[in-house]
């Protein structure tokens, strides 16, 4: 995704009368998954968040079933919320930014399938919980010490260069594609991608590096950072362009040089 | 303050140590030897002769080799278990190699334990049946012998294959994991290096395997010095 300049939008040349959504559905968390079909009319600039908000206003199946509205999350519908992030004809992406004519587009079919992500717990439908990240958050000590009992004042100056490093990072907005689509992740046995590139952002800053030693122990527990498979499919998929391997890789060097080879300076 | 080291953690750094120290080293060893063939029966039974002759080498076996092996391999196949490949989804470049450096792992597990049963002890029913080790004057017929059986052959240079990528990956891997390599332009000058590496080990690899059916292997005969079939070159063991 180009952050600047034009993106040529691409369109339809011989628009559907209508298209279909499959939608993987479940009741609630316990409930088996099973899929409906819904058919929608086809109209200009459809998104799959407006696309399931006419699937919401009488939601009936191609099978003619009346059935409950689809659930999902979302907020900003300008990507940079992160929370209509689902997986979208096999891919993780936010819904709010997956157009319509690009989906048929890429498929070639007339059916666009809506799954939720699958590594975070399911509440219902395409709604999931993803807690666990900002739980991952608070296990690297993901902020910056600020509160003395005087006033301790102006921060220390920071090169441009390293603020504009850090600014990648901090762009996270904790959707949870990396971890979706990181084949490492899942079963609790590893913190993933973007607690690690929040560790870095903060070891990063002149006041956050003195606290660099617990984010650098909240990465070397059994779930930690050495359980990364370099598969790289985080900064593939990441719809904020975060060079997470790179944050993942500078952590591996602050890790060998003070956790693993500090004690030769003693 | 003091880091906390998780059992995780060590155990993965002694798996990324472990295949290169021990194991990297050793491979570049077995492909030199190897090569000796090239030069004919007697420079390669030298060759074995002089392993035979390192001072402890027991011990450099058992610690040096074996221990690190089964370590590597058994953590290896534990780490394997915990993938959750999605190569078909998400076809990258990377992830195939993360899926291929697991798959070979595997298949070099079997891999490793057949070519040791096969040659260094002889214990496969229906093949060979005499031990390189303590047979350095049979090494270079015992080969020959075995590599004449097609199945044989090609099951040999796909483990060459195979230990080529893996190790030459491995590097890469190790580079990364322990932070040498950071930036994604080093990552990318990096790995051409290890595609390379790859690519020669499994040239020298197979060349050397195909050497044992035919004299100098895959280049014309001219390239190679011929010292004939000399055993008394060899000394015999007492």
């Known amino acids: 995704m180009s952050t600047n300049g034009h993106i040529e939008k691409k369109r339809l040349e011989n628009p559907p009368k209508s298209f279909k959504l499959k939608i993987q559905r479940r009741a609630n968390e316990n409930a088996p998954a099973v899929w409906e079909t819904f058919e929608l009319p086809y109209r200009r600039n459809l998104n799959v968040i407006s696309a399931l908000m006419d699937v919401r206003k009488d939601p009936v199946t191609v099978e003619g079933k009346q059935t409950t509205p689809p659930v999902w999350d979302m907020s900003c519908l300008e990507q940079v919320c992160g929370i209509c992030t689902m997986v979208i004809d096999g891919r993780v992406r936010q819904s709010c930014s997956a157009l319509i004519d690009d989906l048929l587009l890429a498929s070639g079919s007339d059916t666009i399938s809506l799954q939720p992500m699958s590594k975070f717990p399911n509440v219902r439908d395409l709604k999931v919980d993803r807690s666990k990240m900002f739980d991952h958050l608070k296990q690297v000590h993901a902020w910056i010490e600020l509160d003395g009992s005087y006033d301790l004042g102006p921060g220390p100056h920071i090169s441009n260069e390293v603020a504009q490093e850090r600014y990648a990072y901090s762009r996270c907005m904790t959707c949870g594609c990396c971890l979706e689509a990181c084949p490492q992740y899942g079963d609790d046995n590893y913190i993933g991608p973007q607690a690690i590139a929040q560790a870095r952002l903060f070891n990063m800053h002149p006041t956050g590096k003195t606290n660099i030693d617990e984010r650098l122990s909240g990465l070397m527990g059994d779930e930690g950072i050495t359980n990364c498979g370099n598969a790289q499919n985080c900064v593939e998929v990441c719809p904020m362009s975060i060079p997470l391997p790179k944050a993942i890789y500078e952590t591996n060097r602050d890790i060998t040089v003070n956790a693993l080879f500090g004690w030769l300076s003693k | ?238």
């Open chain 2, 1 to 238: 303050m003091a880091y906390k080291y998780s059992r995780t953690f060590l155990l993965r750094k002694l798996h990324q140590l472990t295949g290169i120290v021990p194991l990297g080293l050793f491979f570049f060893a077995h492909m030199f030897t190897n090569s000796k063939a090239v030069a004919g029966e007697a420079s390669f039974e030298k060759a074995v002769q002089d392993i035979h002759d390192i001072p402890y080498l027991l011990f450099i076996e058992i610690f040096g080799i074996f221990l690190p092996l089964m370590f590597h391999s058994v953590y290896g196949v534990i780490i394997s278990a915990e993938a959750k490949p999605n190569v078909i989804t998400y076809g990258y470049g990377r992830n195939w190699f993360y899926f291929l450096q697991r798959a070979t792992g595997i298949f070099l597990f079997v891999f490793i334990f057949f070519h040791v049963l096969n040659l260094r002890f002889g214990l496969i029913p229906g093949l060979n049946m005499t031990p390189v080790a303590g047979n350095a004057d049979l090494a270079y017929d015992i080969v020959a012998a075995e590599f004449s059986i097609p199945w044989v052959l090609v099951l040999y240079i796909l483990g060459i294959a195979a230990t080529a990528w893996h190790l030459a990956y491995g590097f890469w891997l190790f580079a990364v994991d322990w932070g040498i390599v950071i930036g994604e332009r080093a990552q990318k000058y990096a790995l051409y290096g290890c595609v390379a590496l790859a690519a020669g080990l499994f040239v020298v690899g197979t060349n050397a395997a195909v050497a044992f059916i035919r004299p100098c292997g895959l280049l014309p005969e001219i390239l190679c010095e011929q010292p004939g079939h000399n055993k008394s070159a060899v000394p015999k063991k007492v």
